[in-house]
């Protein structure tokens, strides 16, 4: 019974930002899950390549390509959602990345580089959960997960715009829970830590060194999270923030294991 209530067949969800990487494995798992699938994102052909995945596991996907910070566009991809499926049930507001300004100090970060930083961060989730929420209403509830990351819950000195972007989208969780606990609309959000999409970027990261369990995130790991949090085993969790990230955040920002040396 209980895993009965994970299955989420017969819901419709959007996820922005499907067309690789961890949008992708968490559009593979909402399907394998029973979900079909609205998959937005600025590039076809990675789209395509989701697309693919999700109906080979016997699921519909809607390849729907959108610039998430065009709100005229995400109003269309919404409009489009509903005249194929004709419902919403999920939004998963994945869409998002380091931008221009990263490693720059901050008097050097541009107007520009700021407000495309808090755009693709930030408000692309704002302009999908604007769009959406309508439709939740109007059916009687819905899921909203919002994506963040370890970095919204504590600083970083190489990048102030993702940093603050990601912050500012756990209280953007938090405002919408409130708002419309009410509606039987549960809005919580995910943050991953170091999930590398390269092996560079791995190598940044050194490989996991300093997060508790000893390694980095793998894509699929943060699927069966997201997938609790739109199923019916979280109908009474709103506006909370589920850290996925190897112990990282409980480990605090130095190095795990080093300690300073006090002379007696």
Known sequence: ????????????????????????AMSIALAEAGADIVAAARTQGQLEETAQQVRARGRRCL????????????????????AEFSRVDILVNNAGGATAGYAKALPDLTDDEWR??????????????????????????????????GYGLRGDPRDYVYASAKAGLINFTRSLALAYARDN???????????????QMAQFFRGGKFIPMGRLGRAEELGP????????????????TLVVDGGGTAGGQAPTGLAPIIPL
Do not use: W
Not at 63 to 82: G, I, K
Not at 225 to 240: Q, R
């Open 1 to 24: 019974m209980i895993l009965d209530k994970l299955r989420l067949d017969g819901k419709v969800a959007i996820v922005t930002g499907a067309g690789r990487h961890l949008g992708r």
């Open 63 to 82: 390849v729907a390509p959108t610039d998430v910070t065009d709100s005229a566009q995400v109003n269309a991809m919404v409009e489009r959602a509903v």
């Open 116 to 149: 495309v930083g808090i755009d693709t961060n930030l408000t692309s989730a704002f302009y999908c959960t604007r769009a959406v929420i309508p439709h939740l209403v109007r059916q009687g509830g819905g899921k909203i997960v919002n994506i963040s990351s």
């Open 185 to 199: 609309i549960q809005a919580n959000c995910i943050a991953p830590g170091v999930f590398p999409q390269t092996e």
């Open 225 to 240: 999270a997201l997938v609790f949090l739109c199923s019916e085993l979280s109908s009474h969790m709103t506006g909370e």
